[in-house]
Nanobody, 128 residues
Framework: QVQLVESGGGSVQTGGSLRLSCAASGYIASMYCMGWFRQAPGKEREGVAAMTSTGGSWYWADSVKGRFTISQDNAKNTLYLQMNGLKPEDTGIYYC?????????????????????WGQGTQVTVSS
């Protein structure tokens, strides 16, 4: 059984940094996408960034490009999201999600419905 557990959320002031972690247990697939989504109060969940198990990465939210960096440690089965220059609009619950992919060249898409496995989320609050 696959479990994704996020950690690293918290409260920071504008301009601060946080590093989110998503520890995966269980077998997802030989190749997979794992990504970060977030949901602000009263808004729909949006994709932030994702990586394939083979190292490809995508940043879907234009607002995070240049500020957020996604990375992974395959030995630890852990996905990270380094968030720098945080803004109040980054506030929300951040979720880790994963799904298998058929080939190492498969892209990761920001469609919630493609992701089989989800973590419980971690709260990020950025105050001005």
């Amino acid at each position: 059984q696959v479990q994704l557990v996020e950690s690293g959320g918290g409260s920071v002031q504008t301009g601060g940094s946080l590093r989110l972690s998503c520890a995966a247990s269980g077998y997802i697939a030989s190749m997979y996408c794992m990504g970060w989504f977030r949901q602000a109060p009263g808004k729909e969940r949006e994709g932030v960034a994702a990586m394939t198990s083979t190292g490809g990465s995508w940043y879907w939210a234009d607002s995070v490009k240049g500020r957020f960096t996604i990375s992974q440690d395959n030995a630890k089965n852990t996905l990270y999201l380094q968030m720098n220059g945080l803004k109040p609009e980054d506030t929300g619950i951040y979720y880790c999600a994963a799904h298998p992919i058929p080939s190492p060249w498969s892209p990761c898409y920001d469609q919630n419905t493609q992701y089989y496995y989800w973590g419980q989320g971690t709260q990020v609050t950025v105050s001005s």
